[in-house]
């Protein structure tokens, strides 16, 4: 749970390092406008070298930041935290001495400690939150106070405010009223807005971790129901072989006829069987290990098999596969299963006289493949729920044995073990075309 | 003269079906549906060989009886079939020790279900291999 909510985080971290980038180049920028077009007399040096702090603060964010994204532990999030706090309190900290250098209560760059009081109070609990409205207050009042009472000097910004409003005890108080008052309800009303946001977020993280869960218990009860299954299948169909192959005596052509069909339908059920549980290992990643193989002589030993099935239906089978492409990363039983299945698919429901290619290209860390054919096709509104377990195309012809549905199941389901996308196109009774990414080491993406 | 086989398997089903056909392709059948009676039936009856399914009622029934089989020397030799259906989940050094042909030599792995003509087949080629041996 932990966990997933780590990148939201750090994705947090980046965006506020990012901005104080951009405040530190709007800081220099408008301190010169000011200075020079404007003619107002800030302390042009003390904010160039609180910029500069500013800036080399941000470094030192980054590379703290850099560190935590390193080595995530169970304490990430707690770090992250604390780094947010160490950020905040800087940058406090720097806005008040710039407000100090260039008019103090006076200038209305007063307004910016609010953006850091809503962050604070996004990110941190109720409590802390209002620590924050505290300790800025107070930063606030000791500044005009002081320079109220002349205890620090006040820097004028002559040509702005005209007024020596620092000096008028009811304007110093009453705005340190509505800026306390503002400070509370921007962090009341934020802090509500964004802890439900979060909330919700949370359950959905939540939420999804268990459907997970839930996902795997339901794949573990599949795997073992369907072994035992696996088993009882496997002694009907041997029993029936027994009667089926006459050994026990001979049988009459009902008898013979019955027998066979028996044996046909058990043999489609054991296969079926057998590709649900090759699905649900594969959904279980009981088969995930992965090693480096020559993708040249695997696609050799895939593609030598269809050809031969192919020149029997008088189909014509094209295949291009770059020769640029080396070792790969995968699992290369899986890899090989994949390619055959969409082969065999292809000249399955390939008419005799048509065309199948397949083509394989080499692109930086991946291989993307092609297999076309100039079959039956897929009715539009049928492509989306091709992967789904139990697909069956409602346009296959009758003379034409339709697997246990599982086939491009286990072929979405490979990819997506290498960490690889697949599409499927099709114009119904012209072509289909399945295209299929993979990277050459599934490893190092994810 | 008929070569014996010794079948150990606990589905009774698998079992009485696999003796029949193994016999109407001219071998004499041994069948056992418990690992224990095994060892002893391997001492009366010397088989020529052994298919043996690994995952009986406990977990490593068939395995333990593989090593003490393959500990005795007079069985070194023998040719063995193991029949799995959990290739996949075994233990890796197990597998590996399995397909190690020093120290389990003549030992075949093969996953469940099997096409009983497969069998046979494979039975002809190990007690092929045997004999030349």
């Known amino acids: ?446 | 003269m008929r070569k014996k086989i010794l079948l150990i398997d606990d589905d009774e089903d698998l079992l009485r079906s696999f003796q029949v056909i193994l016999e109407s392709s001219g071998f004499d059948v041994i069948a056992s549906n418990e690992g224990k009676n095994g060892f002893i039936i391997l001492k009366k009856d010397k088989p020529d060989l052994l298919v043996l399914d690994v995952m009986m009622s406990t977990k490593l029934e068939g395995y333990d009886m593989l090593r003490v089989i393959k500990n005795e020397p007079e069985y070194k030799k023998m040719p063995i079939i193991l029949l799995t259906g959990m290739r996949d989940q075994l233990e890796i050094d197990l597998l590996s020790a399995l397909e190690d042909e020093l120290l389990f030599p003549n030992v075949s792995l093969q996953d469940k279900p099997i096409d009983p003509h497969i069998l046979v087949e494979m039975i002809g080629d190990m007690l092929k291999g045997y004999d030349n041996a």
Not at chain 1, 25 to 52: A, T
Not at chain 1, 181 to 191: D, E, F, M, W
């Open chain 1, 1 to 446: 749970m932990e966990k997933k909510l780590i990148p939201a985080h750090i994705h947090f971290v980046k965006w506020f390092i990012r901005i104080r980038w951009f405040a530190v180049f709007i800081l220099i920028i408008s301190n010169y406008i000011v200075k020079h077009l404007f003619n107002i007399s800030i302390q042009e040096i003390p904010v160039y070298i609180l910029s500069m702090i500013l800036f080399a603060l941000n470094v030192l964010h980054t590379i703290i930041l850099r560190r935590i994204t390193k080595k995530e532990s169970s304490k990430t999030i707690l770090i992250i935290k604390q780094e947010i706090h160490f950020q905040i309190l800087t940058d406090i900290i720097i806005l008040t001495l710039i407000l100090h250098y260039s008019g103090g209560i006076e200038n209305p760059l007063i307004l910016f400690y609010f953006f850091h009081l809503i962050i604070a109070s996004s990110i941190f609990s109720t409590l802390k939150s209002y620590l924050y409205v505290a300790f800025t207050i107070l930063l606030v009042a000791l500044l005009a106070t002081f320079e109220c009472y002349s205890f620090i000097p006040h820097y004028n910004m002559e040509g702005f405010v005209n007024h020596e409003l620092y000096k008028n005890t009811l304007f110093v108080f009453g705005t340190g009223f509505v800026f306390t008052c503002t400070s509370i309800l921007v962090v009341s009303l934020s802090h509500m807005i964004i802890s439900r946001s979060i909330k919700s977020e949370e359950t959905y993280v939540k939420s999804n971790i268990e459907l997970e869960n839930k996902d795997k218990l339901k794949n573990e009860y599949v795997l073992r129901v369907t072994h035992d299954i696996k088993g009882h299948v496997a002694a009907i169909l041997s029993c029936i072989e027994v009667i089926r192959s006459k050994i026990a005596g001979p049988l009459n052509e009902v008898q013979e006829e019955f027998a066979n069909r028996a044996f046909e339908r058990t043999e489609l059920l054991s296969s079926f069987v057998k590709n649900l549980l090759n699905l649900t290992k594969k959904r279980l990643k009981h088969d995930s290990e992965l090693e480096e193989f020559l993708f040249g002589d695997l696609i050799n030993k895939v593609v030598n098999p269809i050809q031969i099935l192919a020149r029997d239906r008088s189909i014509d089978f094209n295949i291009y596969v770059d020769k640029s492409i080396q070792m790969i990363t995968g699992n290369p039983l899986a890899i090989e299963e994949l390619y055959s299945n969409l082969l065999l698919n292809a000249v399955k429901y390939t008419p005799p006289h048509g065309h199948i290619a397949l083509t394989v290209r080499n692109r930086y860390n991946d291989i993307i493949t092609e297999i076309s054919d100039s079959g039956i096709g897929i009715p539009k509104e049928e492509l989306p729920k091709i992967f789904d377990e139990f697909y069956r195309g409602t346009n296959v012809p009758k003379d034409i044995k339709t697997g246990s549905g599982l086939g491009l199941s286990i072929v979405k389901q490979i990819v997506e073990n290498h960490n690889g996308k697949i599409w499927v196109s099709s114009e119904l009774g012209v072509w289909t075309k399945f295209t299929f990414v993979l990277p050459k080491n599934p490893a190092i993406i994810s």
